[in-house]
T-cell receptor, first 115, second 114 residues
Framework: NAGVTQTPKFRVLKTGQSMTLLCAQD?????MYWYRQDPGMGLRLIHY???????AKGEVPDGYNVSRLKKQNFLLGLESAAPSQTSVYFC??????????????FGPGTRLTVT | RKEVEQDPGPFNVPEGATVAFNCTYS??????FFWYRQDCRKEPKLLMS???SGNEDGRFTAQLNRASQYISLLIRDSKLSDSATYLC???????????????FGKGTKLSVKP
């Protein structure tokens, strides 16, 4: 049981390049989330998904897209990276119908630098 | 008023001390409350869930006061390994259209010294 995993762990991009961050969970969670964390800002929700095939915008969605084609995977895409997207990105998952609880479990994070 | 507010600290305490963190939240409809800890350059990890008026887990006690919209975390007999940032987390309804969405406070930094 690996929990929540993220790839890659580190990445450096040049402005304008694109990339996809992959999140996978093996806890059969219904909900998945992408956050970014910047110094002094706390965790901010980018996008989330309440089930396979559904996604929704969070607090800071601009410049990002997501897809959830399989229940266990949640992808975050940056189509044209900007220096303002330099951050640590965390994926999280939560909720099963049997537990009815909303604790979120986090992946180890991806450190992205855009130059 | 910020949705989840915490004292940023840092709290610098000696080993063995008792330390308390406070948190206030703005939405009276919130139903789920949590404390997470985050070590430097690591992911947040769930420390405690608070589904009723409070609960205790070893040296850690969390209390919830719904009338005052206030949550606290008490750490007794603090250890060096308790040094971390403690995040107060609340679900805000109908934030984002999903009751699973959580709002994270910016955290209180704790440093336990020998």
């Amino acid at each position: 049981n690996a929990g929540v995993t993220q790839t890659p762990k580190f990445r450096v991009l040049k402005t304008g390049q694109s990339m996809t961050l992959l999140c996978a969970q093996d806890m059969n969670h219904e909900y998945m989330y992408w956050y970014r964390q910047d110094p002094g800002m706390g965790l901010r929700l980018i996008h989330y998904s309440v089930g396979e095939g559904t996604t929704a915008k969070g607090e800071v969605p601009d410049g990002y897209n997501v897809s959830r084609l399989k229940k266990q995977n949640f992808l975050l895409g940056l189509e044209s990276a900007a220096p303002s997207q330099t951050s640590v990105y965390f994926c999280a998952s939560s909720y099963t119908r049997t537990s009815g609880k909303y604790e979120q479990y986090f992946g180890p994070g991806t450190r992205l630098t855009v130059t | 008023r910020k949705e989840v507010e915490q004292d940023p600290g840092p709290f610098n305490v000696p080993e063995g001390a008792t330390v308390a963190f406070n948190c206030t939240y703005s939405n009276s409809a919130s139903q789920s409350f949590f404390w997470y800890r985050q070590d430097c350059r690591k992911e947040p990890k769930l420390l405690m869930s608070v589904y009723s008026s409070g609960n205790e887990d070893g040296r850690f006690t969390a209390q919830l006061n719904r009338a005052s919209q206030y949550i606290s975390l008490l750490i007794r007999d603090s250890k060096l390994s308790d040094s971390a940032t403690y995040l107060c987390v609340v679900n805000i309804l109908p934030y984002g259209g999903s009751q699973g969405n959580l709002i994270f406070g910016k955290g209180t930094k704790l440093s336990v010294k020998p």
